[in-house]
């Protein structure tokens, strides 16, 4: 009887030391490498780039460099704003260099691309600088998430404000990718429910130097305001110029969709003020977006914009997903992600929603004068919070597959 027990005894032993390394075994070659593809040169640096790679770093590092007992490794990459760029580089990164996930991405095309890559590989992606609708709408996929904002989020909740105010017609410039197109298709639905109308449209190239011919156009259209649904480089150069020609004068309303701190600061406040925008972070808020802010700023001797301080979130509770779950396999932590609770200084009323998207509240703010500025990088002051249900697309409205069960 004793030799039984013991025999059953060791033979449990045995069973639990095997189920415990196999559970050790899950993450994936015995490290956790996260790849962040970024614009890194170009109109979209500043916002994400070099910054976005320093956020990764930073909540890497204040995760204590291990999950699981596993080393944490980061690589990045450019990808120039070419999605075919951005595929090839993340099906190496995928197939030869053992990445588990890629994130930000500050480009549509390249998010949309990689995603498809993700299916194909069954890997996982953290978007938090790429902003079309589309990615969490028709696009959407288990193996993705849009963490920081999209297109919805900015447009309905800018334009609502706008609309509310007084400013009934609209004249869009766009730029001419699936990022801009998905921004003035959303701000444009919501002008036109509240009873608004759309006077007018033109599209530019991405990276364009010279708006004169645009701004001129939608000059002459005379409506109450003249909404830019592009981001980067390219909104710094269409408001300067809308400001040299006088487009803001008298009733007209200049309306920018996605402005960060880093198109902020490229303007100057001289030219900037007064506009009304949504964010998804706002660094003033309290005690702990301050905290996060100092130390960012610190690392980098810059403010982070929403998509820094998003990306900071989104990896941080990646990792903890795969702390919880005990893999790194992508579609069981993002399935992990689905069920925690998600409350930081960035994700304030937060869940993560079948559709991969990160409901959370915005903020509605306001760009401030030069004269109300307390210091550098002290650009906006709060007007609004707005709930993430009232901010996002609700799931009866989206056209995501994986909401209509």
Known sequence: MA??????????????????RAAQAQVSDDVVKIGVLTDQTGLYADAAGPGAVEAVRMAIADFGGKVKGKPIQMVDADHQNKADIGATIARRWYEQDNVDIIVDFANSAVAFAVSELAKQKNKAILISSAGSSDLTGKGCSLNSVQWTYNTYAL????????????????????????????????????VEKLGGSVVGDVRHPLNSMDFSSYLLQAQSSNADVIAFANTGGDLANSIRQAQEFGLAKGKRKLAAFLMQTSDIHAIGLQAAQGLELTTAFYWDLDDKTREFTARYMAKTGKRPTMVQAGLYSAVTNYLKAIDKSGTDDGLKVIAQMKTMPID???????????????????????????SESKGAWDYEKLIQVIPGKEAFVTPGESACPLLKK
């Open 155 to 190: 447009a309905n909740s800018t334009a609502r404000a706008l609309v509310h105010e007084g400013a009934k017609s609209w004249y869009f410039v766009t730029v001419d990718y699936a990022f801009g197109h998905a921004l003035r298709n959303d701000a444009a639905k919501t």
């Open 3 to 20: 030799g039984h027990f013991l025999r059953a005894a060791g033979g449990a032993a045995f069973g639990l030391l095997i189920a415990m």
């Open 344 to 370: 930081d200084f960035f994700a304030r009323n937060a869940y993560l929603r079948e559709d991969g998207q990160l409901i959370h509240d915005m903020y509605l703010v306001q760009v401030k004068a030069p």
